[in-house]
């Protein structure tokens, strides 16, 4: 069988979130959990408006999730520690003949990070392919979905950061990677970057998931995080991102960044890149910063005859992460 990861903008079936459930993710207080759950259900609520929606929710959570969830969302109770099925959730593909697969990677905390509880989510991936009827892909390679992107024509971006982690694949080298992303999702070229952003390579980061980073609308173009000001740490790493993918062949697009550089914890790593595409669709995070109006321009203009939705993303940020990290697309099979 020969699996192929579609663009996240071909068809979908449906779209799957988690449900936070425990820890740093609801916080110390009820008003931080109240938080953390409105911003989870603003974006399930979102996605219900365009496609089908499942949300993962754990057994604790079975009577509060539907009180912030819009009727349409359907639940799929199964033990969680995390909420961010992007990562700890499978990475569907399609087979040759038009099966529907779910990559099961290795996932281990971001690299067995100390913070991190992984337990359950490491077991998530066969759960959410069952209930999806998808065939199981099995890999030894420890990814997350974050860390990968595709033009669903056999490109993929990456970073060095993660793929090559030696808290995630000690010994592995890049051929070893390529190979595997070769035989899992059909990428026959991959495009390394070196480096995520900046406050997500740090303590309660990812260590530098692209996809905050770069994405590819459509075959040959990239849209790439632009940090315009020079006293942001980012600014460096977007010309970097810049100059390797433009020498790579794309027409790079720079999509602004926030004009906020820092809240309390220090250089934000908010980003519009960080968007969620739907059928017929486009759920982008916003900061309430004087970027966004720009930023959503842009957005409409890459993805033409898509609705751009905004929701705000600050939240979601707070804890690790946005959009696109709390989602995880399911392709339409023929």
Do not use: K
Request: charged share 25%; with cysteine; hydrophobic share 45%.
């Amino acid at each position: 069988m020969t699996w192929r990861m579609p663009a996240e903008g071909d068809p979908h079936e449906r779209t799957w979130l988690a449900w936070p459930t425990t820890g740093y993710t609801l916080g110390d207080d009820a008003a931080s959990a109240q938080a953390a759950r409105r911003a989870w259900a603003a974006v399930a609520n979102a996605v219900s408006e365009f496609e089908p929606v499942t949300v993962v929710v754990d057994p604790r959570d079975r009577e509060i999730a539907p009180d912030y969830l819009s009727g349409a969302v359907e639940l799929l109770e199964a033990p969680l520690d995390d909420a961010w099925v992007r990562d700890s959730g499978p990475t569907f593909v399609l087979g040759d003949d038009g099966r529907l697969g779910a990559v099961d990677w290795v996932f281990n905390g971001w690299g067995g990070q100390e913070w991190a509880s992984w337990e359950r989510d490491a077991l998530l991936a066969p759960i959410i392919a069952e209930s999806a009827g998808a065939e199981l892909v099995v890999s030894t390679l420890t990814n997350e979905g974050g860390g990968i992107h595709v033009d669903g024509r056999g490109t993929v971006l990456l970073t060095g950061a993660v793929q090559l982690d030696p808290g995630r694949n000690p010994g592995w080298s890049m051929a070893e990677v390529e190979a595997e992303l070769a035989r899992t999702i059909g990428a026959t070229r991959a495009i390394w970057l070196p480096r995520g952003l900046t406050r997500d390579s740090e303590r309660y980061g990812t260590r530098g998931h692209v996809d905050i980073v770069a994405t590819m609308p459509q075959p040959g173009r990239v849209l790439v995080h632009g940090q315009r000001d020079a006293a942001h740490p980012d600014h460096l790493v977007s010309a970097e991102a810049v100059r390797i993918l433009g020498d790579a062949g794309l027409e790079v697009v720079a999509l602004p960044a926030p004009r906020t550089l820092r809240d309390a914890g220090g250089w934000v790593d908010w980003s519009y890149v960080n968007h969620a595409l739907v059928n017929g669709g486009v759920i982008a995070g916003v900061f309430d910063d004087p970027a966004d109006e720009e930023a959503l321009e842009v957005l409409g203009a890459a993805y033409p005859g898509r609705e751009v939705v905004a929701v705000d993303a600050r939240e979601l940020f707070a804890r690790g992460g946005g959009v696109h990290c709390i989602t995880q697309h399911q392709p339409r099979t023929r």
